[in-house]
């Protein structure tokens, strides 16, 4: 079903619908993604990534689970955080994504990562066991919104933190036509150039359309019961970044 689907129908998709598009979306842009990931965001994602795990409050010793890990870049950042006395459990749907983390693991000898095949609206991770979930351009593409914010708060031991980053709309008209027109034509263009999976650019272009924008998206997780939920425009708005709580009661 996912091949035949056209993007704008793929990004309205909802449920296992939306899983198994996601799934094999995925799957076909495992080996470029990184490359068109640095080209598309004029090479800022690192530094957001960075920033992320900045704001996460992640430490030695500590236990992280990133959700939609993909090919493991922030993974990494938090295994180098938490060293050999901590965790990491990467988590996706997508198993070449996670042939290209496990190659990045492995290259690097981090015993204290490893990856796993699953979905970030059902993890059968402990309940109360992480003390930081993360989510980098994941929550988008979740079959359900409010399942996987539940699904981090069971995860979150009390007092722990959840820390996003995605793709957002600017506030001001004029700047978010223009980053309209980037996702919509620029990206597939270089796509396209880049000899990836065009159409597959155009669902992530149509995806953010239909995602709440930074201030509305602090206001649905703070009603699935955080606290202390914060957020920070990047890129003029384009991306934000968004932190929360697990209460301790």
């Given at each position: 079903?996912?091949?035949?689907?056209?993007?704008r129908t793929g990004a309205r998709l909802a449920g296992e619908q939306k899983?198994?598009?996601?799934r094999s979306m995925f799957d076909r842009i495992a080996a470029p993604y990184d490359r068109l990931n640095s080209r598309i965001s004029f090479g800022r994602d690192a530094r957001w990534?960075?920033?992320?795990?900045?704001?996460?409050?992640?430490?030695?010793g500590k236990q992280v689970v990133d959700l939609g890990t993909g090919t493991g870049e922030l993974a990494l950042l938090f295994a180098h955080?938490?060293?050999?006395?901590?965790?990491v459990t990467g988590v996706d749907l997508s198993a070449n994504m996670l042939e290209q983390a496990e190659q990045k693991r492995a290259a690097e000898g981090l015993v204290q990562l490893e990856f796993r095949l699953g979905n970030a609206c059902a993890t059968e991770l402990p309940s109360a066991s992480a003390d930081v979930v993360a989510m980098g351009w994941c929550l988008r593409n979740c079959s359900d919104l409010q399942a996987a914010l539940h699904e981090v708060l069971r995860i979150l031991k009390p007092g722990g933190t959840f820390v996003c980053l995605d793709m957002s709309r600017p506030s001001f008209a004029p700047v978010r036509g223009l980053f309209f027109l980037h996702r919509h034509l620029v990206m597939p263009l270089q796509a396209r150039l880049s000899g990836a999976d065009r159409e597959a650019y155009r669902y992530l272009a149509c995806s953010t359309d239909h995602f709440p924008d930074r201030k509305a998206l602090e206001h649905v997780v703070r009603t699935v019961g955080f606290a202390h939920v914060e957020s920070w425009p990047l890129m003029m708005g384009a991306v934000a970044l968004h932190r929360a709580t697990k209460r301790t009661h």
């Open positions: 079903m996912s091949t035949t689907l056209d993007a899983e198994r598009y996601v990534r960075k920033l992320l795990v900045e704001r996460s409050g992640a430490a030695s955080i938490v060293g050999t006395e901590g965790r």
